[in-house]
């Protein structure tokens, strides 16, 4: 679809006016004012705008304020409440919703496997569905009518047992044990494709991008990771014909069958001043996270961050496509912003970028390191803990 933004008036503007009124974004009376009467068309003003931000924000959706497919996508998902409507698996088209990701983090609190929280009702939430309805007698038919809402309703704030999932994805990390010869990880570097480079710089003659710069980072962590051991596939090479969704990078990670996911960016922001490194790893805004993912973050966080010196913006929880759709640890690295002249300085430094690749690395030895022999970020000599690992294997 086009995206829809300030300034613009018509059908879509009044619908997506009347979802942001519907949450309590945007107050009914901002929503008359600019409607001049019967007939006329709305506005998409500074209210709306205004809104449409704070929506992106509760989302963990890039708040640029204008309405693109995936903050259209979000919207319209946003109307269900649990209750509005009877849910059930589609095929093909499944059912999206705010509706479906409430119940499926009820299902998550009560204890049933319905998968991560992505808002889409696919066969593991109809499957938990079922499950519950057969521990309560109904029918157990994976759908989600009056009765079984009913039931849910009942039982739902009496029982409440943590967070299963993220349990069970930490057990199964857990148990592939502490060596990652043979483990499979999937580094996605962002962008790249048709005329999709990410962020742009220009100087003097040259001209950086963040899809050719994140690219030679990708290639080099390929090479040290297959040097470790690991089954290492980039989910793009250095041109590639058409740009990729988030969906798209997340279901190929999926069909490797993956054990993690990195994926590589860089930051812009008009601002020069901006700088630093962030990692992101799934999470919504209500505590529902990831531990796996977050404890990936925080080990590529830290050891960039103390390998580099380069400024701590910390770790972030994002419902992001490529984090949500995921079904192994997955997080995403904004190594710098490319607009800010200290950090594109060494961040077009082939020796600098070295030093990215060790510390993303030494990152992902801890993650299958056992803890009580972990050791202060930023001294691991990873081919001494390779050797250390070998030496226990044999
Ligand atoms: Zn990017």
């Given at each position: ?20 009124v519907g949450?309590?974004l ?22 709306t ?13 890039g ?24 849910l ?10 705010e ?12 204890g049933y496997?319905?998968g991560?929280?992505d808002a ?9 569905v ?7 007698g109904?029918t157990?038919?994976?759908?989600c ?14 029982v409440?047992?943590?967070?299963p ?16 010869v ?37 290639a ?14 980039l ?23 993956a ?12 601002n020069?001043e901006?700088q630093?490194v ?61 607009t ?10 082939p020796?600098?970028?070295?030093q ?37 294997q044999s």
């Amino acid at each position: 679809m086009r995206a829809i933004r300030r300034g613009d008036t018509g059908l879509a503007v009044l619908e997506i006016r009347s979802i942001l009124v519907g949450l309590e974004l945007l107050s009914d009376a901002a929503a008359a004012s600019s409607v001049d009467g019967p007939g006329q068309e709305s506005v998409f003003d500074e209210a709306t705008e205004t809104a449409v931000r704070a929506f992106q924000q509760s989302r963990g959706i890039g708040t640029d304020g204008i309405v693109g497919s995936e903050t259209w996508q979000a919207l319209d998902g946003a109307r269900w409440k649990l209750g509005d409507r009877g849910l059930y698996h589609s095929v093909p088209d499944a059912l999206v919703g705010e509706d479906v990701r409430a119940l499926q983090e009820r299902l998550l609190e009560m204890g049933y496997d319905s998968g991560r929280a992505d808002a889409i009702y696919g066969a593991r939430t109809a499957r938990a569905v079922a499950q519950f309805q057969r521990e309560v007698g109904l029918t157990p038919d994976g759908s989600c009518g009056p009765q079984t809402m009913k039931a849910l309703r009942r039982l739902g704030r009496k029982v409440v047992g943590g967070r299963p999932q993220w349990l069970r994805e930490a057990e199964a990390f857990r148990q592939s044990g502490p060596n990652l010869v043979g483990k499979t990880i999937v580094i996605d570097p962002g962008h790249g494709g048709g005329d999709d480079l990410g962020v742009v710089v220009p100087e003097g003659p040259l001209r950086w991008t963040e899809a050719d710069l994140v690219f030679d980072l990708a290639a080099r962590l390929e090479g040290r990771l297959a040097a470790a051991g690991m089954r290492v596939h980039l989910t793009r090479g250095p041109q590639p014909a058409k740009p990729m969704t988030g969906a798209q990078r997340a279901e190929l990670a999926n069909s490797l069958g993956a054990d993690l996911l990195i994926s590589l960016h860089l930051d812009g922001l008009a601002n020069p001043e901006a700088q630093g490194v962030a990692t992101y790893h799934y999470g919504t805004g209500n505590g529902l996270t990831s531990t796996v993912g977050e404890r990936l973050a925080n080990l590529v966080q830290r050891e960039i961050v103390v390998r580099t010196g380069m400024q701590d913006c910390l770790i972030h929880a994002k419902t992001w496509e490529l984090l949500r759709l995921t079904r192994m640890p997955a997080v995403r690295v904004d190594l710098g912003y490319l607009t800010s002249p200290v950090d594109r300085d060494r961040l077009v430094n082939p020796l600098f970028r070295e030093q990215i690749v060790e510390a993303i690395l030494a990152a992902v030895q801890r993650m299958y390191y056992p803890v009580e022999n972990d050791v202060p970020t930023g001294s691991i000599d990873v081919r001494q803990l390779r050797l250390a690992l070998s030496s226990r294997q044999s």
